[in-house]
């Protein structure tokens, strides 16, 4: 069964977008299983930019049908938009795309309760504010709504109601002005019509598709070090980002997975809360955002910037069962005099090569480093492993020595045609 999977092996952010795109020129079916519109994949197509958030990035491969699993959390109202922007620039989407009937639904009063609690938080956890965190507790509550109530009007009304009646209880307790049922509703129901057609048992869908030989590809959001249950908690998203997340969030058996490739960026960035150890000095990572035009493709947040972490990759490479490793971005480091790796953390004067599941731990991590002497030349027009200068070929040998993983591909830069296999 020809099935691949794309993951992110840091904290989200890693180019997954184009590399996705890429790999979809060979794929029949291309599926979302996890994450919402919290999420932005980024795809230049000669001149073009392509935003997508819940669509797959494989739906500007025309000849290739896409679905968005189980385990996704879906904003409708954003679903139209991403759809009507699309189509708006001569994307065929609605005869190419499908549903979960057991994906949750992201509302607007999710959004509103997602803001009151990061308000209450001071930002803490820095969120998008796009309610996914809410929407997926109200699954784990077992009070969510699910796609499928998209074809039965009067039932969704009277769960989407309820539903705000018990936030309007919560906002109660600190004097939050309640939200209008009616006006909600109003602005909701305007999204049922256009989003119920696309409504499937889509776990059928995929195991058909695995069964007639078709190439499937299994897109991921965010990284691993965003993992709900692995990652750096609690400054994490809201569902699974690693291979778990595959099987549940797109209703598939863990032996249809035939190949698991990980992506990672040239050097680490990450957005929101948390603890980076590699993270670097306010003017050095200015430097580097500039380079890498390093902000949010959801938000337009700046991203934090950091030296790649050895220790953080080789661990998402053993959660994962990493098979094939893609670097991107190796262009933003052209301009480098020198360029540091992370091979290992002190705590306490103790060294460790794992990543501490104790976020105040995390937090107080030393990182080791090995330095080496950068390439000071463009690698932007480069396709082939031969014609990079040494020096980045001693960086990357080194790097896929650290983390575990054969580098399989190499992007310098945005477009389509700036990456090479090796």
Not at 11 to 37: P, S, Y
Request: proline share 4%; hydrophobic share 40%; net charge negative.
């Amino acid at each position: 069964m020809a099935a691949k999977v794309v993951l992110g092996l840091q904290w989200g952010d890693e180019g997954k977008g184009k590399i996705i795109d890429i790999l979809a020129e060979d794929a029949d079916v291309i599926v979302r299983f996890q994450g919402g519109n919290n999420a932005g994949h980024t795809v230049e197509i000669g001149d073009d930019q392509f935003i997508l958030h819940l669509i797959p990035s494989g739906i500007l491969r025309p000849n290739s049908s896409c679905i968005i699993g189980n385990g996704v959390v879906v904003d409708p109202i954003g679903l139209v938009a991403e759809i009507e922007g699309l189509e708006s620039r001569g994307i065929s989407v609605r005869d190419r795309l499908q549903l979960s009937s057991r994906a949750h639904l992201v509302l607007r009063f999710h959004k509103e309760l997602d803001a009151w609690k990061e308000s209450r938080n001071n930002g803490k956890i820095g969120t998008t504010l796009r309610g996914i965190g809410p929407a997926y507790a109200d699954k784990a509550n077992r009070i969510g709504i699910r796609a499928s109530s998209l074809k039965n009007k009067s039932k969704l009304e009277q769960q989407y109601k309820s539903n705000l009646a018990e936030i309007n209880t919560l906002f109660a307790t600190d004097n939050t002005p309640p939200l209008d049922a009616n006006e909600e509703w109003a602005i909701f129901e305007k999204s049922v019509a256009e989003v119920a057609p696309l409504v499937t048992d889509t776990t059928m869908s995929v195991n058909e598709a695995l069964q007639e030989k078709k190439s499937v590809l299994f897109e991921g959001a965010q990284g691993t070090w965003l993992d709900i249950d692995h990652g750096t908690y609690p400054f994490v998203t809201s569902s699974n980002t690693t291979i778990g997340g595959v099987c549940t969030g797109a209703g598939v058996a863990p032996q249809c997975i035939e190949k698991v490739i990980g992506v990672a960026k040239a050097y680490t960035t990450r957005v929101g809360g948390g603890a980076f150890p590699t993270e670097l000095s306010a003017v050095e990572a200015d430097a580097l955002r500039k380079a890498g035009n390093e902000f949010g493709a959801t938000t337009g947040r700046p991203r934090r910037c950091g030296w790649f972490d050895a220790v953080a990759t080789r661990y998402a490479v053993m959660l994962n069962g990493v098979d094939a490793l893609v670097v991107t971005k190796l262009d933003v480091l052209d301009h480098l005099e020198s360029i540091r790796i992370c091979t290992g953390y002190r705590i306490n004067g103790v060294e460790i090569n794992t990543m501490p599941a104790d976020i105040d731990d995390l937090e107080n991590v030393v990182p080791i480093y090995e330095d080496f002497s950068g390439w000071q030349c463009s690698t932007t027009d480069v396709r082939e492993w031969n014609a990079l200068p040494e020096n980045a070929k001693n960086y990357l040998e080194r790097l896929s020595e650290l983390v575990g993983a054969r580098i399989e591909m190499i992007s310098i830069g945005p477009r389509r045609r700036q990456a090479f296999t090796i």
